[in-house]
Every structure is written in C-alpha cells, then in structure tokens.
C-alpha cells in the first residue's frame, strides 16, 4: 500500500472542500481512504492523506491532465502542491 501525503493552499477551503470530497467519491476503488488537515493558522492550508493500492495506482490517478485541471478550477494554487510518497512499516493503533 502506498501513501500519499500532500500539502497545497487553496484560495477558498470552504469552497474547495465539498469539490475534494465529491473527487475522493467519484474515485471510489483508486483512492482507498483519505483523511483532510487544515492549517490553524492558515485556514487555506490543506494537506491531504491518501491511500491506494500502489505508487503505480497513484501516478496514474495524478498523470491525468483531468486530475491536475480539476485541481486548478477547484482552488488549488499549482505552485503550493508538494508530494511526500509513503510507504507504511507498521505500527500501533491507540
């Protein structure tokens, strides 16, 4: 399983929200969970978990020009967006 972290600003998170949870929706079976953090400081800062089967679903899913313009008319400021790929190695849940 892989694990994509991503952090990226966006211009309204009110307005980008109800957008991303209709996109993690709609790719039901490629992403297979995510989760959502937003910055205390800066309300427009998002950084974003998600799972998916393989790095190689990943780059798939965010090689679609769709994806990256979706992301744009959505809020998404192109230039804030940074990737971490993750690998899970265990651990304990609390």
């Known amino acids: 399983m892989t694990?994509?972290?991503v952090r990226f600003r966006v211009a309204d998170y009110d307005a980008w929200r109800?957008?991303?949870d209709g996109?993690?929706?709609?790719?039901?079976?490629?992403?297979?969970?995510y989760?959502?953090?937003?910055g205390q400081?800066?309300?427009?800062?998002?950084?974003?978990?998600e799972t998916f089967d393989s790095g190689e679903v990943a780059e798939a899913l965010l090689a679609?020009?769709?994806?990256?313009?979706?992301?744009?008319?959505?809020?998404?400021d192109p230039s804030s967006v940074?990737?971490?790929w993750l690998d899970e190695v265990g651990g304990e849940t609390r």
Do not use: K
């Not at 400081?41 to 978990?49: F, G, K, S, T, W």
């Open 82 to 84: 940074q990737f971490d």
């Open 23 to 33: 996109a993690m929706e709609r790719a039901r079976g490629v992403v297979r969970s």
């Open 35 to 38: 989760r959502v953090w937003r």
């Open 41 to 49: 400081d800066d309300r427009n800062l998002v950084l974003a978990e």
């Open 18 to 20: 109800p957008q991303y």
């Open 3 to 5: 694990t994509l972290m």
């Open 64 to 76: 679609n020009p769709a994806i990256q313009q979706e992301m744009e008319e959505h809020g998404v």
